[in-house]
């Protein structure tokens, strides 16, 4: 029996959201909280959200929130009893499990040797296989020669997941599917899982071709008590990442989920597992399950069992820590509703999901309440930092059913608002409104195989132009009206298309650009205070009219007819419109005499399609390559992207060393200049 242990100050041992998330819930339990920060952080939302807050390091989690010794020195000093390492970092470090056991620190999940045993892949796998849980055929062998690992990918047949033993959300997992591409896959997820996880032993696994990816939620105390919370399916992925997801699983039947969730609970026993972990699973068509891992840590998606269950994890978490036992027993708890959530992230969909970096110059989230649930760590004005995750927000609903929980979730997207930099909100409402999402048709391919129809043609509609052209002039009248012809920015275009004659033109003509496309609109102003609005061959009857609501513009447009309503800002020498169609901007151009000189050409240089830090250099001044050939290795957002060559050519120089930070646009790599265009 074990003995309860009184947490009055608990560690928080990670940054952004889930921080956030831990600090609320010991507030709530009156429990203190000590943050712990980079140099990147040092103005963070969890830094200001905690008790105490204390610097730990540079930006690099390798000097920060992975140090161990100083993270337990600070635990020690300032008498907190216990550290929640969160998710990610040291959350599923055994090592630093024993630090804090030896050091008499509660750490806030299992035991070092459910860690240890589940974390090493093949470890997990026979320790599955002997508690009856179902496993998925590989090789999990000692034998990591190369040649030994090709020759068992072809005994398994291809396509073959190649897996880090000890990764974790999609690091070192690359799927090689075939034979020629095996050397390449299995370098990379090496390189990766050394990156991430100072181990680079690697299994192999048959892949199955259009899995689901359904986990679930566990749970173990001090007393040999274990319940599970139903099933997840986090199938809808991109570069083996979740981007979605949602409990209980689609289509599932009761039956179903029993088993699954027994054998869920036959895992988290086998390993005499205590607290919150996750069992995750590979479903067919046919709903056989397989185990895939168990994740000895609170999940990203960990919320979506709240919604369906009732519960609060994060105190589950604290109490079993401290030696209660279970708050509920299986018989206990009740399904109710469906819940679904939706990663926000800084990334760019249409570039192949490129994760960004840069400003939250406007954020506004949709109201939160009992049934929707912003989970964040970042605030208007804050910096979305090169250095980790770029995940802005979890955005979390719940309702009755499936059917009003996926409504509830699209018009909440649609309410998401940010401007600054790319996102992937307009790429979650085309998700949530695609047939075979909606029909719960969900699968780990989803993406790829529906790619056509989830980034349907950029190009901006007329009803958007109409409506951009409408609200750009009646802001034009606006300025003019309470400023004069002196802005006060005297370098905004707004003022310098305005002309002083504007209230006197019958007609008026705008540029606007939709990235590097120009877009050419004329008004006509009619009698009845309408416009006939010209674009693109193309003529349109639009009256218009705008009024502030706080930090922004509703604007009302009837269009041939038809009503539209936005929500209009005007920042950046852009105008940013949502709606029902989600988020447009449009750009407006500078006058000739504002822009600044041509940038250095690009046909000499790769150039960094991201911010991040150079990993690794695979070529050197005087090498000749082929268009094509990798150059380098850049790590953004902790994730690995292999830079190739643009054309075929002889390499001049390399402005930047291993480890430096580079901006997007950067040039990494230069050409001389007779290298052949591509």
């Known amino acids: 029996m074990s003995v309860s242990r009184l947490i009055d100050k608990v560690l928080v041992a990670n940054r952004g959201e889930i921080a956030c998330r831990v600090i609320r819930t010991a507030r709530k339990m009156g429990i203190r909280s000590v943050a712990v920060y980079s140099e990147a952080d040092r103005n963070s939302m969890h830094v200001a959200m905690a008790d105490e807050a204390y610097h730990i390091g540079p930006a690099a989690s390798q000097l920060s929130y992975l ?22 970092f040291l959350s599923e470090n055994a090592e630093f499990a024993e630090q804090c056991e030896s050091e008499g620190i509660t750490f806030i999940g299992p035991p070092a040797t459910a860690i240890r045993d589940m974390g090493i892949k093949s470890t997990s796998k026979t320790i599955m296989s ?25 005994k398994i047949g291809y396509p073959v997941m190649i897996k880090a033993v000890r990764g ?6 690359r799927i090689s599917m075939s034979p020629e591409d095996f050397d390449q896959q299995l370098e990379s997820a090496r390189r990766e899982a050394m990156k991430s996880f100072a181990d680079d032993v690697m299994l ?27 099933e997840r399916d986090c199938s809808v992925q991109r570069r083996h990442q979740k981007v979605i997801e949602e409990a209980p699983a689609p289509g599932v039947s009761e039956e179903v989920r029993k088993s699954i969730g027994e054998a869920a609970v036959r895992a988290a026993k086998a390993v005499n597992y205590v607290g919150a972990g996750t069992v995750e699973f590979v479903m067919d068509k046919d709903y056989k399950f397989y185990f895939m891992e168990m994740n000895t840590r609170l999940q990203v998606e960990h919320p979506v069992t709240e919604m369906i269950t009732n519960t609060d994890l994060v105190e589950w978490q604290i109490k079993v820590a401290s030696g209660e036992p279970l708050p509920m027993k299986q018989k206990d708890l009740v399904l109710r509703g469906h819940a679904f959530e939706a990663r926000i992230y800084a990334e760019d969909p249409d570039n192949n999901f490129m994760p960004g970096a840069g400003p939250l110059n406007y954020l506004s989230p949709p109201q939160a309440d ?29 309702s009755q059913n499936r059917e009003a929980a996926l409504k509830k979730l699209k018009s909440s997207l649609l309410d998401y608002h940010v401007i600054g930099l790319n996102t992937n909100i307009n790429f979650l409402v085309n998700l949530t409104k695609h047939d075979e999402f909606e029909k719960g048709n969900v699968h780990t391919n989803f993406i790829p195989l529906h790619k056509e129809s989830l980034f349907p043609s950029s190009s901006l509609s007329p009803l958007i132009v ?18 004069g012809i002196k802005s006060q920015d005297p370098t905004s275009p707004f003022t310098h298309c305005i002309g002083a004659r504007i209230n006197e033109n019958l007609v008026k003509n705008l540029s606007l650009k939709d990235g590097d496309e120009k877009i050419d609109v004329q008004l006509v102003y009619n009698p009845d205070k309408s416009f006939t ?4 061959g193309q003529q349109y009857n639009v009256t218009g009219k705008m009024q502030q609501e706080e930090d922004r513009n509703r604007l009302v447009c009837c269009i041939d007819g038809n009503i539209t309503s936005s929500f209009v800002i005007f920042q950046n020498d852009s105008v940013h419109l949502f709606n029902v169609d989600g988020y447009s901007q449009l750009n407006i151009p500078l006058p000739k005499f504002m822009e600044s000189g041509s940038a250095e050409s690009t046909g000499k240089a790769a150039v960094s399609p991201m911010p991040g830090v150079i990993e690794k250099l695979s070529v050197s001044p005087g090498d000749k390559v082929e268009k094509g050939d990798p150059l380098l290795v850049m790590i953004a957002m902790k994730m690995e992207f292999v830079i190739r060559a643009p054309k075929t050519g002889v390499i001049k120089a390399l402005p930047y060393k291993v480890g430096e930070t580079v901006p997007k646009g950067a040039g990494l790599v230069e050409f001389e200049d007779n290298a052949e265009e591509s």
């Open 67 to 88: 140090q161990h010794g100083k993270i337990l020195q600070i635990a020690k000093t300032t008498g907190a009893q216990a550290i929640h390492p969160g998710y990610g």
């Open 130 to 154: 002997k508690a009856g849980v179902p496993v998925i055929e590989g090789y999990h062998g000692e034998d990591q020669s190369d040649s030994r690992l090709k020759e068992e990918a072809a």
């Open 168 to 173: 974790g959300g999609g690091k070192g997992m």
């Open 204 to 230: 192999l696994e048959k892949f199955i071709v259009d899995p689901r990816h359904v986990e679930v939620q566990v749970f173990g105390d001090k007393h040999s008590n274990y319940v599970y919370l139903f």
């Open 370 to 398: 009992t049934n929707v649930r912003i989970e964040t760590g970042v605030r208007q004005g804050d910096e979305v930092s090169v250095h980790y995750d770029p995940m802005i927000a979890k955005l979390v609903v719940w």
């Open 466 to 483: 109409c409506q951009a052209a409408v609200a750009l002039l009646i802001y034009q009248h606006e300025t003019v009206r309470n400023k």
């Open 533 to 536: 609005v010209h674009h693109n």
